[in-house]
Nanobody, 121 residues
């Protein structure tokens, strides 16, 4: 199968920056799309933050445009989220998502365990 390991969460002051990373490992033939979602405290649903396909344009939530940048290293099966000018409302558990093709050519959507980002003074 496929596992996602997220790194980089933590506590940061408003206006600060954090960089999240997510590494995919396992029986991977290729990864089509990768992305980041978040779930804020007290909210039931995860919301899209940013996605990046294997080829094509990136996509961002309006709330993070101009502040967050998603990128990926296909050779390392890794996706990054550079978060700048962080606001308290960015506080959430951030989840990595990957849509992978396995070695047996099955498709699999995988989620990471989540990493907490807290923006507070």
């Amino acid at each position: 199968q496929v596992q996602l390991e997220e790194l980089g969460g933590g506590l940061v002051q408003p206006g600060g920056s954090l960089r999240l990373s997510c590494v995919a490992s396992g029986s991977i033939f290729s990864i089509n799309g990768m992305g980041w979602y978040r779930q804020a405290p007290g909210k039931e649903q995860r919301e899209l933050v940013a996605t990046i396909p294997s080829g094509g344009p990136t996509n961002y939530a309006d709330s993070v445009k101009g502040r967050f940048t998603i990128s990926r290293d296909n050779a390392e099966n890794t996706v990054y989220l550079q978060m700048n000018s962080l606001k308290p409302e960015d506080t959430a558990v951030y989840y990595c998502n990957a849509r992978a093709v396995l070695l047996d050519y099955r498709y699999l959507e995988v989620w990471g365990q989540g990493t907490l980002v807290t923006v507070s003074s």
